[in-house]
Structure formats: structure tokens, C-alpha cells
């Protein structure tokens, strides 16, 4: 299986470019970043139209996450476990979804910027990455 990972940096505007490479490419499982849509702009039909099921986690212009896959996509889950997000709207923090996908778990990921070293970012960022590493820790021991 070839899993494939591409922050495409807003998908609307870069929908052509991902259908033509989804034509030439042999990826069986795409992992994207930065959708910069919400689930109602997101253009699924570059997926369909190629045979691939996509789960999707976007909630405005900012951030998103996706996953296609052409082997299969179950058990889909939004964020993680007790995940950390920043400031009072926990919302806004479209940065994780996961699948089973034939027959492994697969991660899209769009870990947080943490800016300068002593900005709130930086804190935020950490406590994201070590509640990822537990959760991770303790996927991998279950299974």
C-alpha cells in the first residue's frame, strides 16, 4: 500500500492540480493538510471520480484535514483523544482525523505552529505533540 502525504495549502484552489495528480500517481491512501474550506465547500468529487472514499475535517479558512483512500476507508475518527486546541473556540482546530485504511490505522495530521519560544503558540504546540504521543503510545500497545 502506498500512503501518500501532501499539505496542499487550500484545495479549492488547488483542485486541478490534485485530480491531475491523482491520474498519474499509484497512491493508494492521501493524507492532506490544509484544506482552507469548510466540509460544505470541500470538492469530494475529484476523489469520486477516481474511485477513492475521502473523510474530511474542515471547519473554515483556516487548517483541515482529509484522507482519501482507494483500499478502503473505516472507522474514521475526528481529532484524538482529549486533543488540546487554543484559545476558547477548541473548534476552530480542524488538525486531526484518522482511518482504517485496508486494514491500517493512517493519520492526517496538521500539527500546530509554534511560533516564537515563549509565545502561547509554542505551549499549545507542545501540549498538542505530547497528548499525540500518548495517544499514539497507546494505540500501538493495543494493537
Known amino acids: 500500500m502506498r500512503i501518500v502525504n501532501w499539505n496542499v495549502n487550500s484545495i479549492r484552489a488547488r483542485a486541478e492540480r490534485i485530480g491531475a495528480w491523482l491520474d498519474r500517481s499509484d497512491a493508494d491512501?492521501?493524507?492532506?493538510?490544509e484544506l482552507k474550506c469548510k466540509d460544505a465547500q470541500f470538492p469530494r468529487e475529484i476523489f469520486d471520480n477516481r474511485g477513492y472514499e475521502v473523510a474530511f475535517h474542515g471547519l473554515n479558512q483556516w487548517n483541515g484535514v482529509a484522507i482519501a483512500s482507494r483500499?478502503?476507508?473505516?472507522?474514521?475518527?475526528?481529532?484524538?483523544?482529549?486533543?488540546?486546541g487554543f484559545g476558547e473556540d477548541l473548534a476552530a482546530e480542524a488538525r486531526a482525523i484518522s482511518a482504517v485504511t485496508g486494514g491500517v490505522r493512517v493519520y492526517s495530521l496538521y500539527v500546530p505552529n509554534g511560533r516564537e519560544l515563549d509565545h502561547p503558540h509554542y505551549t499549545y504546540k507542545l501540549e498538542w505533540l505530547d497528548r499525540l504521543r500518548a495517544v499514539a503510545a497507546a494505540r500501538l500497545a493495543a494493537d
Open 71 to 84: 483500499v478502503g476507508l473505516d472507522d474514521v475518527e475526528i481529532g484524538f483523544d482529549q486533543m488540546p
Open 29 to 33: 491512501v492521501l493524507a492532506i493538510q
